[in-house]
């Protein structure tokens, strides 16, 4: 089963950027949509972006869109999320998470998304 592991997190001062990257290993993910989930203090999880199994389709949250950008390489089974202009709104936990189906276009539905990783911490500081 393939595990994920979520980096690039941190403290960061508002109109600041940080890149998270969501390593796979013991798997593939190139057939696989994938995305990015993230979780507030005392909040549910909330879709963030996903990114189609070819990479030719994205999709954002609306609060994040112009903003962050997602992307894959999968000769490094390595998703990445680019975060700038960072808001305090945007301090979570932040999950990737691999698609339950090969070969679709992208999902935003927490319950379309069958392995996560265990998350990494974004604090953007007003």
């Known amino acids: 089963q393939v595990h994920f592991e979520e980096s690039g997190g941190g403290l960061v001062q508002a109109g600041g950027s940080l890149r998270l990257a969501c390593a796979a290993s013991?798997?593939?993910?190139?057939?696989?949509?994938m995305a990015w989930f993230r979780q507030a203090p005392g909040k549910e999880r909330e879709f963030v972006a996903a990114i189609s199994w070819s990479g030719g389709s994205f999709y954002y949250a609306d609060d994040v869109k112009g903003r962050f950008t997602i992307s894959r390489d999968d000769a490094k089974s390595t998703v990445y999320l680019h975060m700038n202009t960072l808001k305090p709104e945007d301090t979570a936990v932040y999950y990737c998470?691999?698609?339950?189906?090969?070969?679709?276009?992208?999902?935003?539905?927490?319950?379309?998304?069958?392995?996560w990783g265990q998350g990494t911490q974004v604090t953007v500081s007003s």
């Open positions: 013991g798997g593939t993910i190139s057939r696989y949509a």
């Open positions: 998470a691999s698609d339950r189906q090969e070969y679709r276009t992208g999902r935003l539905q927490e319950t379309d998304y069958a392995s």
